[in-house]
């Protein structure tokens, strides 16, 4: 008993050298040197400010914006504090969010039903992507905010739209994000809150 | 569901199918102690790492012996974790955020949950664990929780393998083995290919940004009065991600190195990720199928067993993406213009705490994955799954978490199965059982039962004495009508199934629950393994009789079926009445338009 105790101390401190300091070392080395801006979180400048990550969404709810979806991280889109509402279905805070955040969407688009991603929050809090159902959505609102022509808008969403990854994985979708500083770049009309 | 869903999941399958034979082969090897690959790199620093810590690799250990070492290790990592978050602030190392120490009673729930490979969080990992302590101690544990389960699960079918042998192998060789030759070479690569594709990897201190557009933010105060602010920076939170990303996957572990775990972008930012993080579930306890075909000399027997894996798995796929494909009835009784349906242009669905880049079939099959296998991880909140996609990952931990299962606790959950199963069709023929070659006696059933009858003890134990205590258990809910027992019996089922995932609004970071399922999560791995091994003595020490034609066949179709019968019955009558007031009432509730 006594010989296991003292194996299993050493083991642990030997093995944690190993696999709890040397190999994430490693890991972090080889990853600073050959993807250094992946494995920094792809971080955005804009005139030498760092304006946000690729992989983060931001809260957008100016007019002149793409809209992000709503976020349960904190006070909304906290990267400090990721996650999700944890409602049920069945739960009536749920069904009155909902309906409240609804109505203040499809005030949009009049007539045309609310892409459903638009009005409930990710798992993470932190989605940095809208369906392109709801980037059209919301397209003849912008493009009228921001004196552009549609099709002109059109062609940026697109542009800005992922495909499936090898045309199979996962879901067509916009990073909002990076749509939006495109839009601020393509027509810098100052957004009114 | 759409056809692309449907093909993203096949797909899927067939790699695991195609991976099993190669990794189960490489494992065999592995343990038999021949010739690999890996031997030049790796042999030199096995070598070094006995000498020392004083192991002799030669000796063969009793099951009482092997199973000592196993829990005197446990118990020192354990320890070790609990000081090291204990003192976190002290350390003052790789800290940038200046956390301080985890308290008393969440250190221990966090200790015991690392060790036991559950890897249950009650804490949101960016705002309580230094980057020391998470690479450490919780990816520290997430390679050995899972090297030791390996271990053990070698152990076992060494006990059938073997005959008439007093012994079954070495806790401290298998264990190094399986840490240096399979999980450090796979993380090795895989780490570094989820760096390629976005996942971070970093000691920066959290990141400031200023925000494209500020953010105001009201809240309530104390006093009732609302105050207006405005937000206009980010922080984002970094860290060594990648490197603890890659063992949470392949040693089925499952916890995030965030609070959103596999649904924070950073942890899994693309349709690839999220393939190879569920991919990376599977491989080894797939391949584990074909090791115990190889190492019993029966391949057959081992692809019998993967076949009935794969018929549960795909059954709970099934459930849970036709279930999170729905729209949800209220929003439609409520006539809110909502469009759920799915378009090319839309996932559609239940995306309530689902991200867009999964969609409803990725996070439906991630759901199934995490908890076929104990891992945990998520890529979706299960909590805000329909009632009857939230009903799949609950039955499935359930089930014993046998489809596929964790690493080398799948393997040897199922194999209490197949004793089970074998026994029943002895009982129907009237014939003594017989596995293998070895007769199946009383003690062995024995040992099967207690290992049966532990698991839904502690469940469903836990679960009624938290329901009787309002202040301590209820006031945890965040959701009230049946999806509150859910709640509460999902976290016992995740806790003692050494799952980790959970109906995450509960709020568990109190006194009561971290305890209780502190205690649930170490009986549900070393009170469970006791019986496992010694039942593992007991077999090796058996003469082998050869097969006569009165024996069941254990690699026929026949012997499949009969085996997931085995367990849907088992898992059903213990579990049925409770889920039956849980999920299935939800669900009948909803659709009769009832909201809480």
Known sequence: MRRHISTALLYTLVT??????????VITGISQIFFRDKANGQLLERNGTLVGSRLIGQAFTAPGYFHSRP????????????GGSNYAPTNQKLIDRIKGDAQTVSQDRQGTDVPVDLITTSASGLDPDI???SADFQLARVARERHLAEPELRKLVEEHTKGREFGFLGERRVNVLELNLALDQLAPTPPHH | MTANGWFQIVFF???????AKPLGVYITKVFERERTFADIAFRPLERNIYRLCGIDEKHEMRWTEYTVAMLVFSLVTLLVTYAVERLQHAIALLNPQHLPAVPADLAWNTAASFTTNTNWQS?????????LTQMLTLAYHNFFSAAVGLAIAIAFVRGIARRESETLGNFWVDTTRASLWILLPGCFVYALLLVSQGVVQNFRPYDQATLVQPMSVTSTGADGKTTTQTMTTQSIAQGPVASQEAIKMLGTNGGGFFNANSAHPFENPTPLTNLLQMLSIFLIPAALTVTLGRMTKSPAHGWAV????ASLFFIGVAVAYYAESQPNPLLHSAALHVDQRASAMQAGGNMEGKEVRFGIANSALFATVTTDASCGAVNAMHDSFMPLGGLVPLINIMLGEVIFGGVGAGLYGMLIFVILAVFIAGLMVGRTPEYLGKKIESYDVKMSMLYTLIFPLSILGFSAATLMMPRLGLSSLANAGPHGLSEILYAYTSATGNNGSAFAGLNANTHWYNVSLGVAMLVGRFLMIVPVMAMAGNLARKKLIPPSPGTFPVHTPLFTVLLVGTILIVGALTFFPAVSLGPILEHLLL???KAY
């Not at chain 1, 944690?16 to 070392?25: A, N, V």
């Not at chain 1, 976020?71 to 990721?82: E, I, L, R, T, V």
């Open chain 1, 131 to 133: 369906t392109p159902a």
């Open chain 1, 71 to 82: 976020s349960a991280a904190g006070n909304g889109y906290d990267a400090a504090n990721s």
């Open chain 2, 306 to 309: 993967f076949a009935a894996m």
């Open chain 2, 13 to 19: 399958f067939f790699l695991v199918l195609f991976t």
């Open chain 1, 16 to 25: 944690t050298l190993i696999f709890g300091i040397g190999y994430p070392l």
């Open chain 2, 591 to 593: 659709q009769a338009g």
């Open chain 2, 123 to 131: 804490y949101v990992p960016e705002t309580t664990m230094s980057y």
